[in-house]
């Protein structure tokens, strides 16, 4: 966690001291979430990276403003410490998709098509320069660590099929994936980062969050992603 004092002083210089404190569920990462509330119901939710410190913040804010810039949903930041790895960004609520599908299945249907329509209408922005591409030899060196590290934890084989896997994937991709030119892919994109907001408009009803490691995919990739997530 952040020293107290640098969060302190980014939540004093923001307009947020005194504000109540609860913590928020997170991801897989090790970044930490708190809720702030205000006297007057003002919230906002603190994001605490410091524990990785990889520049994830900054990332973060810079494909907020793209998202955000592009009429989508990312939270808005409002307040940021980045050589802390501390942002104080919107609160989206907690009306996470796979909540709602868990309390209400009947929504199932409206709530994937507009993730749909969502999809087709984000990946036909053209993809940030930056963007580290997830093609064929991307997705097979994933595969590594089963010979470098699963196999030999094991104590189990590493048998020639096992070290030619990334080579095998990096084939069928090149065979499979077609000319399809690559699109920005929020890569963590599934029921539980994404919230719905009802009060926006069209593609916008999606609220986007953990989109820092976005990478440049084949189009189906965020909507595997999304449609076969346990």
Do not use: C
């Amino acid at each position: 966690m952040a020293d107290r004092q640098r969060l302190d002083r980014l939540l004093r210089d923001a307009g947020w001291t005194g504000a109540t404190e609860s913590p928020v569920a997170g991801d897989a990462s090790a970044r930490r979430f708190t809720r702030l509330i205000r006297a007057d119901g003002t919230r906002a939710i603190l994001m605490d990276a410091s524990a990785e410190a990889n520049g994830s913040s900054g990332r973060f804010a810079d494909l907020s403003a793209w998202i955000n810039g592009n009429g989508f949903s990312a939270p808005q930041v409002l307040a940021a410490d980045l050589a802390g790895e501390l942002l104080l960004v919107e609160d989206f609520g907690d009306a996470l998709f796979a909540r709602l599908l868990d309390s209400h299945p009947e929504r199932e249907a409206v709530l994937y098509t507009a993730t749909a329509e969502f999809l087709a209408a984000f990946q036909r922005l053209t993809p940030l320069p930056d963007l580290a591409p997830l093609d064929g030899p991307a997705l097979g060196a994933l595969t590594g660590p089963i010979s470098d590290w699963y196999l030999p934890g094991m104590a189990a084989p590493v048998t020639d099929d096992a070290k030619r896997l990334p080579d095998l994937i990096a084939g069928l991709y090149h065979d499979l994936a077609g000319p399809a030119p690559l699109v920005t892919s929020l890569r963590d994109f599934h029921a539980e980062n994404v919230l719905w907001l009802p009060d926006r408009a069209g593609p916008a009803r999606l609220g986007l969050i953990d989109f820092q490691d976005a990478v440049a995919a084949h189009p189906v990739y965020d909507l595997v992603s999304f449609l076969q997530d346990a």
